[in-house]
């Protein structure tokens, strides 16, 4: 060593002076895959990192390791077949996906679900938002440690399963919804369920808060990591709890109101970093404003019929299936000959606020020339917009010039959900 120096600057812009042979060290770079195999990656996508040292330069970000064909599977079936299809694409939260669909067909049918059927529908729609913020929440404070959180998080996750499973029977994939309304009522006591759910999901939240919210661990983690300023942010098409974590109040449920919600007081939180911490502050009380929509909902839900009464759009009722010959006719038009619901030729956009944001449907039915109406069974084309794409493409500008170690916290904060993700 001949004891000369150089300036380098730290992560966050730190300068501090080095060896020469130091300084000469850190200039080498060296590429590291994060992913597919890495726990936080979910197995479905690698983040190839350019580093120095630990500071990382540059990133890339390959996807489609799930490869499902969303769009094309629901082009191969009937209108209603491909609600198990929508299913998949958000594993987490899948009664909204169900929802944004048949509401999307729906438009194209131009037709309305009785206030009930939308209530109903708004209800499931926010109870799987809680377990939607509670999976990402707690896997990404898992992922710095805070395993009791996520513990926690789970528990209460299983409540809102439990609610959804009382109502469909499933706990995941749920087929909750149907083109045209709901598959049936509610059953008895599923009301007083929700309220039941909704103190237990607020006393665990409460807990997790005290874990998270003043641990300084955590905070000095999540502030000021992963930021974007508003203008990337819509740059980019970001929405959801994403974006308003940037300060941009856009929220679908309040800007292009859909079932019920300009009916109930809610409001829509933001931020203003656009960091890690402010994504988990604004998930956190958009969970306390979902609460507060089931209860109003609980309370204000009137009785009345939960679906249309076209039968050429709705099946039947079992009883009805099994009981007399009309509604076996019915049934057996819209399933089992591959007749199904003839939708009128158009295009359609629609969307709903899912857990990630803004969950769009673009629906092309096309004139049948074979068929008498000039309507069509199947579609013949659907796409999707699924919220955590544009999250994903910014990654490497979001994690560029920070820490290796700071990688995983960004990642868990945007909430990547393969099934969605995937093109």
Not at 29 to 40: K, V
Request: charged content about 25%; hydrophobic content about 35%; aromatic content about 8%.
């Amino acid at each position: 060593m001949n004891g000369e120096s150089k300036t380098v600057v730290e992560p966050y812009g730190v300068e501090r002076a080095v060896p020469e042979t130091e300084a000469e060290f850190r200039q080498e770079e060296m590429l590291l895959n994060l992913g597919p195999s890495h726990p936080s990656m979910h197995g479905i996508v690698r983040i190839i990192t350019k580093l120095q040292g630990e500071l990382v330069l540059d990133a890339e970000v390959e996807i489609g390791y799930l490869h499902r064909a969303f769009e094309k599977s629901c082009e191969a079936t009937t209108w209603n077949q491909a609600l198990i299809y929508t299913d998949r694409l958000n594993y987490v939260s899948t009664c909204i996906n169900n929802v944004g669909y048949c509401m999307a067909v729906e438009k194209l049918l131009e037709i309305e679900l009785p206030p009930r059927g939308q209530y109903i529908r708004t209800m499931l729609c926010e109870v799987s938002r809680i377990a939607d913020h509670l999976t990402c929440v707690g896997a990404a404070a898992m992922e710095l440690g805070a395993f009791t959180v996520f513990l926690y998080m789970m528990i209460a996750r299983e409540y809102c399963y439990e609610l959804i499973e009382d109502y469909c029977g499933a706990r995941i994939t749920t087929n909750c919804s149907r083109v045209g309304g709901m598959p049936h009522d509610l059953s008895d006591g599923w009301l007083e369920k929700v309220r039941w759910t909704v103190g237990k999901v607020r006393h665990i939240l409460k807990e997790c808060d005290i874990l998270l919210t003043y641990n300084r661990i955590f905070v000095d983690r999540t502030k000021g990591i992963g930021a974007i300023s508003k203008e990337r942010a819509l740059q980019y098409g970001f929405t959801g709890p994403m974006l308003r974590a940037c300060g941009v109040p856009y929220d679908v449920r309040k800007d292009h109101p859909y079932l019920i919600y300009h009916q109930l007081d809610w409001t829509v939180p933001v931020g203003h970093r656009g960091d890690v911490l402010d994504r988990y502050l604004v998930r956190m009380e958009e969970m306390e404003q979902s609460c507060r929509i089931l209860e109003q909902c609980a309370g204000k839900i009137p009785g009345g019929p939960v679906s249309c009464d076209d039968k050429q759009v709705m099946l039947p009722d079992k009883k009805d299936t099994y009981g007399n010959i009309e509604g076996l006719m019915n049934h057996f038009k819209l399933i089992m000959d591959g007749h199904g619901i003839r939708v009128p030729a158009g295009e359609v956009y629609f969307s709903v606020e899912a857990g990630n944001g803004e969950l769009g449907f673009y629906v092309v039915s096309a004139p049948d020339e074979n068929s008498r109406d000039g309507c069509n069974n199947r579609p013949w084309r659907v796409r999707c917009r699924p919220p955590c794409l544009s999250f994903v493409a910014a990654m490497p500008e979001m994690i560029r010039g920070l820490m290796v170690a700071d990688v995983v916290p960004t990642f868990g904060s945007i909430n990547m959900i393969g099934g969605e993700l995937d093109r």
